[in-house]
């Protein structure tokens, strides 16, 4: 008899990443009040679709900034897709939502980190994450400290801190 694993950091991996996919979702016509997202992603990783020109910039991993200016966000459970200009141009991006490594959104000072199957990436050379804004007149903003990645071998999360007390 076959003995059954329960994957239960795959299975909290794909429940947060359901945070992320009803952000966007309630995000599609705008996001409300102060709300702004930061979201990191694995250029390299199948199934991300970005300009030649976008990925020459940020071969490895890139941030992209949700917060004024956006058109066209698509959902659906797999993926996302956005238009943001990139110094002036505008670009279609279209993510899946495995590619993810990283979501933030510092007006509810929340973000999430999550792990990344890179074994599964074409070769390329590394490099440091940048971050992209979404304002037009914007080249590049300085990254703001993000949470340590995870350690490999996994990461203890504590739900105190997320509940209403």
Same mark, same amino acid.
């Given at each position: 008899?076959?003995?059954?694993?329960?994957?239960?950091?795959k299975?909290?991996?794909?429940?947060?990443r #359901?945070?992320?996919?009803?952000?966007?979702?309630?995000?599609?016509d705008?996001?409300?009040?102060? %709300?702004?997202?930061? /979201? &990191?992603?694995? &250029?390299r990783?199948?199934?991300?679709?970005?300009?030649? %020109? /976008?990925r @020459?910039?940020? +071969?490895?991993?890139?941030?992209i900034?949700?917060? %004024?200016?956006?058109? #066209?966000? !698509?959902?659906?459970?797999?993926?996302f897709?956005? &238009?943001?200009?990139?110094?002036?141009v505008? !670009?279609?991006? %279209?993510i899946?939502?495995?590619?993810v490594?990283?979501?933030?959104?510092p007006?509810?000072?929340? #973000?999430?980190?999550?792990?990344?199957d890179?074994?599964?990436? &074409?070769?390329g050379?590394?490099?440091?994450?940048?971050? /992209?804004? $979404?304002e +037009?007149? =914007?080249?590049?903003? =300085?990254?703001? +400290? $993000?949470?340590?990645?995870? !350690? =490999? @071998?996994?990461?203890? /999360?504590?739900?105190?801190?997320?509940?209403?007390?």
């Amino acid at each position: 008899m076959a003995k059954t694993v329960l994957r239960y950091d795959k299975m909290v991996e794909d429940a947060l990443r #359901g945070v992320l996919r009803d952000s966007l979702i309630a995000s599609q016509d705008g996001l409300p009040g102060d %709300h702004h997202f930061y /979201i &990191t992603f694995r &250029t390299r990783h199948p199934g991300v679709d970005i300009s030649e %020109h /976008i990925r @020459g910039r940020y +071969p490895d991993e890139m941030t992209i900034v949700l917060q %004024h200016q956006y058109w #066209g966000l !698509e959902v659906t459970p797999e993926w996302f897709e956005v &238009t943001l200009s990139f110094n002036r141009v505008n !670009e279609r991006l %279209h993510i899946p939502f495995a590619a993810v490594t990283a979501f933030a959104d510092p007006s509810a000072k929340f #973000g999430l980190q999550f792990q990344a199957d890179t074994s599964i990436e &074409t070769e390329g050379p590394e490099s440091e994450s940048e971050l /992209i804004s $979404a304002e +037009p007149e =914007a080249e590049e903003i =300085a990254p703001t +400290p $993000a949470p340590a990645p995870a !350690e =490999a @071998g996994g990461q203890v /999360i504590a739900l105190d801190a997320f509940r209403k007390k």
